[in-house]
Nanobody, 117 residues
């Protein structure tokens, strides 16, 4: 099993920056990929960015060029650097880890990010 804890959420003005962190513990050696998802009120949860154990990344079109996902040196921490924030980025942000080879997913508890216009 993997336990995920997100941090770094808060209130930021439009155009500002914020960095989220996700720390994984437990069977971290089994992690195949990690990612950030977000869910706004009344909307479905959707992917923001993902990074594989090999370091490959992909992003939702809405955040390309503004957000960057990266890993810490220990590879059990994932960051999401969010620049040029927009009010539509307001959402609960959730970290997810996928374990190989079962592809079982684990979620963190989420952290709220609010962007004021």
């Amino acid at each position: 099993q993997v336990h995920l804890v997100e941090s770094g959420g808060g209130l930021v003005q439009a155009g500002g920056s914020l960095r989220l962190s996700c720390a994984a513990s437990g069977s971290t050696f089994s992690i195949n990929a990690m990612g950030w998802f977000r869910q706004a009120p009344g909307k479905q949860r959707g992917v923001v960015a993902r990074i594989t154990s090999g370091g490959s990344t992909n992003y939702a079109d809405s955040v390309k060029g503004r957000f960057t996902i990266s890993r810490g040196n220990a590879k059990n921490t994932v960051y999401l650097q969010m620049n040029s924030r927009k009010p539509e980025d307001t959402a609960g942000y959730y970290c997810k880890a996928v374990l190989g080879p079962t592809y079982r997913g684990y979620w963190g508890q989420g952290t709220q990010v609010t962007v004021s216009s």
